[in-house]
T-cell receptor, first 108, second 117 residues
Framework: GQNIDQPTEMTATEGAIVQINCTYQTSGFNGLFWYQQHAGEAPTFLSY????GLEEKGRFSSFLSRSKGYSYLLLKELQMKDSASYLC?????????FGAGTTVTVRA | GAVVSQHPSWVICKSGTSVKIECRSLDFQATTMFWYRQFPKQSLMLMAT?????????EQGVEKDKFLINHASLTLSTLTVTSAHPEDSSFYIC?????????????FGPGTRLTVT
């Protein structure tokens, strides 16, 4: 299995930038995913990293360092609708395991 | 593409009864389906993994006789919670993975909120 750690909560102001860190330990790395989950809804896919480096997709970017077992999700130009839980998930050969999630609250 | 549906979206049942939740892949063939459970303010916990036509593989601590999983076709998996109790009240989410372009990502259904009274 994997040990996946991410902060529990973060608060930021509308228009600002927030970086959510995720560290993991896995026996067979096969990709790292970030999902967004609003309360009472299923997770929605944000990004996927399997190689080291930065993947940019609009206001969201995700970074991976496999040697350090580290990833971050960068949210730019925060909007109120970005208030949600952000889940870091690591896939080994068989399954996807989720971190506990980081609740991001965007304030006006 | 790659849409997964779940039915029902919410259900309330009495303690001791059984509830069946359906998970369907609408536009791709799901060779593998996953069932997760999520309690309030907690992350998704994998319950079991099923491959079409095979018995499901349950995670440690998940009772296979209580949570019956059937994956009889490439587009449908069902989770039956037997003899439900209030502690089974949770948000149940399925996800599916296919082949080819749908192989690297898991596509999630919208979830089913189960309340056992």
């Amino acid at each position: 299995g994997q040990n996946i750690d991410q902060p529990t909560e973060m608060t930021a102001t509308e228009g600002a930038i927030v970086q959510i860190n995720c560290t993991y330990q896995t026996s067979g790395f096969n990709g790292l995913f970030w999902y967004q989950q609003h309360a009472g809804e299923a997770p929605t896919f944000l990004s996927y990293n399997v190689l080291d480096g930065l993947e940019e997709k609009g206001r969201f970017s995700s970074f991976l360092s496999r040697s350090k077992g580290y990833s971050y999700l960068l949210l730019k130009e925060l909007q109120m609708k970005d208030s949600a839980s952000y889940l870091c998930a690591v896939r080994d050969r068989r399954e996807l395991s989720f971190g506990a999630g980081t609740t991001v609250t965007v304030r006006a | 593409g790659a849409v997964v549906s779940q039915h029902p979206s919410w259900v309330i049942c009495k303690s001791g009864t059984s509830v069946k939740i359906e998970c369907r892949s609408l536009d791709f063939q799901a060779t593998t389906m996953f069932w997760y459970r999520q309690f309030p303010k907690q992350s998704l916990m994998l319950m079991a993994t099923s491959n079409e036509g095979s018995k499901a593989t349950y995670e440690q601590g998940v009772e296979k006789d209580k949570f019956l999983i059937n994956h009889a076709s490439l587009t449908l998996s069902t989770l039956t919670v037997t003899s439900a109790h209030p502690e089974d009240s949770s948000f149940y989410i399925c996800s599916a993975r296919g082949t080819g372009q749908t192989a690297y990502e898991q596509y999630f259904g919208p979830g089913t909120r189960l309340t056992v009274t």
